[in-house]
């Protein structure tokens, strides 16, 4: 049983869960299969031990909706 880590989720769950943060970053990481715990009826997020982060991921290369976020961004 691991008692620490970090959620993980697909990208469009992070971008609605982090919208309102001005400090959103989405991060492209990678785990082993055997560190992460997937619970019954998520919500897209899975829980792992440990991540490797591979880079940060602009905001601009996030679909449609990333691209939104990235220019309210601007605006602000």
């Given at each position: 049983?691991?008692?620490?880590?970090?959620?993980?989720?697909?990208l469009?769950?992070?971008?609605?869960?982090?919208?309102?943060?001005?400090?959103?970053?989405?991060?492209?990481?990678?785990?082993?299969?055997?560190?992460?715990?997937?619970?019954?009826?998520?919500?897209?997020?899975?829980?792992?031990?440990r991540?490797?982060?591979?880079?940060?991921?602009?905001?601009?290369?996030?679909?449609?909706?990333?691209?939104?976020?990235?220019?309210?961004?601007?605006?602000?």
């Open positions: 049983m691991h008692d620490c880590g970090i959620h993980v989720s697909h469009d769950q992070a971008l609605h869960y982090g919208s309102s943060w001005d400090d959103l970053a989405i991060l492209e990481v990678t785990t082993r299969i055997d560190d992460i715990v997937c619970p019954e009826n998520t919500d897209g997020k899975v829980r792992t031990s991540v490797k982060v591979i880079r940060e991921v602009p905001l601009g290369e996030c679909g449609v909706y990333g691209k939104i976020l990235a220019n309210r961004r601007k605006q602000q």
